[in-house]
Nanobody, 127 residues
């Protein structure tokens, strides 16, 4: 089992920044590719960003590319999502997820590729 706890959400004005954190416990963090997803009211959960076990490979949804950065600190068992130039359409509950993989540079972009999920943290961007 892997436990994931997100933090760092909140209310921010458009154009502002937030940094989300996801602390993992229970298993060897570096054995897992990590991802961030979000879900707005009435919408399906969607992919935001993903990072490989090593941190050397990343992927982003087109809607956040150039504004968001995913990175991880395996020594701290934590993955982060730095969000800049926030827009009202970024408003959602943000979830981190962990997917076990034997490949150190693999990452995942589909929800069904992840094994564990956090409880989510609310991000609200006002216009």
């Amino acid at each position: 089992q892997v436990q994931l706890v997100e933090s760092g959400g909140g209310l921010v004005q458009a154009g502002g920044s937030l940094r989300l954190s996801c602390a993992a416990s229970g298993r060897t963090f570096s054995n897992y590719a990590m991802g961030w997803f979000r879900q707005a009211p009435g919408k399906e959960r969607e992919f935001v960003a993903a990072i490989s076990r090593s941190g050397g490979s990343t992927s982003y949804a087109d809607s956040v590319k150039g504004r968001f950065t995913i990175f991880r600190d395996n020594a701290k068992n934590t993955v982060y999502l730095q969000m800049n130039s926030l827009k009202p359409e970024d408003t959602a509950v943000y979830y981190c997820a962990a997917g076990r993989t034997g490949y150190i540079e693999r990452y995942y972009s589909q929800t069904n590729e992840y094994d564990y999920w956090g409880q989510g943290t609310q991000v609200t961007v006002s216009s």
